[in-house]
């Protein structure tokens, strides 16, 4: 029988990952902190519109969180305390601590209920298409009850390690993430200040040594000085910061991330921070003199 799967937290990412549970016949309820959103959805799947998160968790037998803040998993986990039935699942979608991940786990266990982080990667695009990849830590039996659900949402599920691993994961990808972003925008600043076809140079180099995701994906767009949210870069910002709090711990130093979260301190004072974080674009810009020609006649 097919588990019933409660979600909490309907926003860029959390909206289509709840579409796709309910996709693949799922879905059984929803609770956003917002009504308006979780009454919509509730009418658009026909599912229930739970009353706050422990009738939600009351009602389930798996629950997905997708929420931007440690400190609000660790409140949800105390509002669904009393509705957590034993074995009963938590699914943490959330980019959290890894400290966060454990409180969050004793939580769980303390009502008898199971917990896995289980943090995601591949932006808002990947959320609506079912492509995200997760990084999972926890029981691996656990994981195989869970499976049916994360299925529904991802095309990747990878065993980390014990509760806390997914999170470290995703930090690991967060802090290539900066550094991809930054190379990648800073590169095609040089390009644009050197005259260069933009988009040529895009399709040349994707298909080469520094072909990535971030390029062929935001590349096409940054050139157009558009920056529609994928990822929001306050959320990237905040994600730095617990792996520079990660860092800290094996008293260790991540020069990349303080350089990348100085762009961004700039950015989110001049109003960018909802922007995606291909507006890294406009501070690598402004590193060249806009009135200096190219050594070259570009045609």
Not at 20 to 37: D, I, P, S
Not at 136 to 161: C, Q
Not at 222 to 248: R, S, W, Y
């Amino acid at each position: 029988m097919n588990p019933r799967v409660g979600f909490i937290g309907l926003g860029a990412m959390g909206l289509p990952m709840a579409r796709n549970l309910h996709r693949a016949g799922l879905l059984a309820a929803v609770w956003n902190r917002t009504a308006t959103k979780s009454r919509a959805l509730a009418a658009e799947t026909s599912c229930r519109q739970a009353a706050d998160p422990a009738d939600l968790a009351r009602g389930s037998d798996i629950v997905v969180l997708c929420v931007s803040a440690d400190r609000d998993v660790l409140d949800l986990m105390a509002a669904m305390a009393p509705g957590l039935a034993p074995e009963s699942i938590i699914v943490d979608c959330s980019t959290v601590a890894p400290e966060t991940a454990c409180k969050a786990a004793e939580t769980a266990r303390f009502h008898g209920a199971d917990f896995l982080d289980c943090p995601v990667s591949g932006g808002v695009e990947g959320a609506h298409q079912a492509s995200l990849v997760t990084m999972v830590g926890g029981d691996p039996a656990t994981l195989e009850r869970a499976r049916p659900a994360l299925s529904a949402m991802t095309r990747k599920i990878a065993w980390m390690g014990p509760v806390g691993a997914g999170q470290a994961t995703k930090a690991v990808n967060q802090v290539m993430a900066a550094g991809i972003a930054a190379a990648v925008t800073e590169a095609l600043a040089l390009g644009a200040a050197a005259g260069l076809p933009l988009d040529r140079v895009i399709e040349v180099v994707s298909g080469g040594a520094a072909g990535n995701w971030f390029l062929e994906r935001r590349g096409p767009t940054l050139i157009q000085n558009h920056f529609e949210t994928g990822f929001k870069l306050a959320l990237h910002d905040k994600d730095l910061a617990i792996c520079e709090q990660i860092a800290a711990q094996y008293r260790g130093d991540l020069p990349l991330v303080r350089t990348v979260r100085a762009d961004y301190a700039a950015l989110m004072a001049s109003g960018f921070g909802d922007e995606d974080i291909s507006a890294l674009y406009r501070r690598k810009r402004a590193l060249f003199d806009p009135d200096a020609g190219p050594p070259f006649d570009a045609e």
